[in-house]
């Protein structure tokens, strides 16, 4: 069964500094991949995905991820974060199949500092 | 646009008792989830469709049960409630062609005493 591991629960870092947020991914075909982030009483949205060809996709709000298929990864990144960026991120991947279903990781909470 | 719509946002019931949840969308999509959302956990899959008159499990679908009579909504109900279904629950759509964006409903936050 496929499996999306978030390697971090909580990322604290101060604003305009540059952040990572890791994910790691199971399987052994072809994945979808996806970042979703959370604001504080809201649903899910859209931050990017990578579907096929480059391997690094870039977003809304500066983030880009790179999709590496070596290491079963899909790192979530910006080279600057503000303050309206704390939030939590969830890496996710679709399993084979067009039935659309998301496997979710355990989120990441990432704290900006003033 | 109301986009995803969850009634209602905020409930609190005894355990033993039962209640629905709605979601209806207004996007004409085709697939439609119920997913809850805990603590360390992310968001698990309780229940899905497909399609108006479909439903099919998740990864969670114990206790649980669903139904899409009509193409715009998607009920998730609980038969009988116990403190283990605490949790904010959100229900998402998509269309039928393509993969990636699900559109969220903004989450029902659920407490069983």
């Known amino acids: 069964a496929q499996s999306v591991t978030q390697l971090d629960s909580q990322v604290p870092v101060f604003e305009e500094a540059p952040v990572e947020l890791r994910c790691n991914y199971s399987s052994s075909v072809s994945v979808y991949l996806f970042w979703y982030v959370q604001y504080p009483n809201q649903g899910l949205q859209l931050l990017l995905k990578y579907l096929s060809g480059s391997t690094l996709v870039k977003g809304i709000n500066g983030f880009e991820a790179e999709f590496n298929k070596s290491q079963t990864s899909f790192h979530l990144r910006k080279p600057s974060v503000h303050i309206s960026d704390t939030a939590e991120y969830f890496c996710?991947?679709?399993?084979?199949?067009?039935?659309?279903?998301?496997?979710f990781g355990q989120g990441t909470t990432l704290q900006v500092k003033p | 646009n109301a986009g995803v719509t969850q009634t209602p946002k905020f409930r609190v019931l005894k355990t033993g008792q039962s209640m629905t949840l709605l979601c209806a969308q207004d996007m004409n999509h085709e697939y439609m989830y119920w997913y809850r959302q805990d603590p360390g956990m992310g968001l698990r899959l309780i229940h899905y469709?497909?399609?108006?008159?479909?439903?099919a499990k998740g990864e969670v679908p114990d206790g649980y049960n669903v139904s899409r009579l009509k193409k715009q909504n998607f009920l998730l109900g609980l038969e009988s409630a116990a403190p283990s279904q605490t949790s904010v629950y959100f229900c998402?759509?998509?269309?039928?062609?393509?993969?990636?964006?699900?559109?969220f409903g903004e989450g029902s936050r659920l407490t069983v005493l």
């Open positions: 998402a759509s998509r269309p039928d062609r393509g993969y990636g964006e699900l559109f």
């Open positions: 996710a991947v679709s399993p084979s199949g067009n039935t659309g279903k998301l496997i």
């Open positions: 469709s497909v399609g108006e008159g479909t439903t």
